[in-house]
């Protein structure tokens, strides 16, 4: 429940800045650099571990099966890459911004994010980042916009194609996803036993471990939207997953709109699509720090109800004592 409490928070968090970053350059430069920042970090702690050097490391058991797969500071490769696939996300509406300077902080921030994706090795982070770049590069717009495009799709493959032979050994290994069909079979067969409320937060393995030994491990559903359901129903589910597909459904609506939160819109939609792979094929979206940097960055990303859409060139300010509309 602090989770998913967490989460809330993140999602109320996202909207109030996004409001501010719509009418405030400054902030939006504050949240490009301080992107650039996490991702050099978590970029610098990666290259010591391919060097054998690992301030973090990781559970013997674990380091053992993932190889020469970097996690940075965190506790698994995967989120790693989830996390620096949320940071491009978040200064995707940057990458064709008027100032330069913001342009130039994004192209580093999602060039650095697409190494450590590629180095992370994970197949759906991997997905994920060309699905969102490939679909918010081609509703690019303005002066320059061709050019732009080849280049990043340019700098896409740069990034990603040295680390293919080791991307296509590791589909070759395990083609089929591991044990996936099992957990999902048993993820189905719980659902239909409760399919309203669903067992709790955080019960999944407690309750199907009693009867599945590789469950009792600590190895739930692959799969973000079905945990969400068998965990919390139908019921539950649905008030957790509705805003955010609600939040998509508005971007693509406001995508062609000219200004900053046009373009975020249209970011909005790319990590919405992309990150489906993400969720469809794994847990890790709903824990630890994932699931409250997944929902603030689609809040942040979001069109707000009743947001007029501005521009660096048309900026806006509150009267004093207006209330933000972040919270309309």
């Known amino acids: ?97 008027p100032s330069r300077q913001l342009r130039k902080l994004s192209l580093l921030t999602i060039a650095g994010c697409g190494l450590g994706v590629a180095l992370t090795q994970g197949r759906a982070n991997i997905a994920a980042f060309i699905i969102m770049i490939t679909i918010r590069v081609i509703v690019m717009r303005g002066v320059g916009a061709v050019q732009r495009r080849v280049g990043f799709f340019f700098l896409l493959a740069v990034t990603i194609m040295p680390f293919i032979p080791e991307i296509s050994a590791r589909f070759l290994e395990d083609p089929g996803g591991g044990s996936r069909d099992h957990f999902m079979e048993l993820a189905i067969s719980q659902f239909e036993r409760t399919p309203w409320w669903g067992i709790g937060p955080n019960e999944y393995v407690h309750v199907i471990g009693q009867y599945d030994a590789l469950t009792a491990g600590g190895l739930p559903v692959h799969n973000s939207y079905m945990l969400a359901v068998v965990e919390l129903g139908l019921v539950g589910a649905t008030l957790m997953l509705f805003p955010l597909l609600a939040a998509i459904v508005r971007s693509l609506r406001e995508c062609g709109r000219d200004g900053y939160r046009g373009r975020a819109a249209a970011s909005s939609v790319a990590i919405g699509v992309g990150f489906v792979a993400i969720a469809a094929t794994g847990w890790g979206a709903l824990s630890g720090s994932i699931l409250p940097l997944w929902l603030f960055t689609l809040a942040f990303l979001r069109p707000m109800k009743g947001q007029k859409l501005s521009s660096i060139s048309q900026p806006q300010t509150l009267a004093v004592g207006e209330p933000s509309r972040g919270w309309a």
């Open 1 to 97: 429940m602090l989770q998913l409490g967490i989460g809330v928070a993140a999602w109320v968090l996202g909207i109030s800045v996004a409001s501010v970053a719509d009418v405030h350059q400054a902030t939006r430069l504050v949240l490009a650099t301080t992107a650039l920042a996490i991702v050099v970090c978590q970029l610098v702690f990666s290259a010591l571990q391919l060097v054998g050097i690992d301030p973090f490391p990781l559970p013997a058991e674990i380091a053992t099966l993932m190889g020469s797969r970097v996690h940075g500071t965190l506790n698994h490769p995967n989120n790693l890459g989830k996390t620096l696939v949320l940071l491009a996300a978040l200064v995707l509406p940057l990458i064709d911004d």
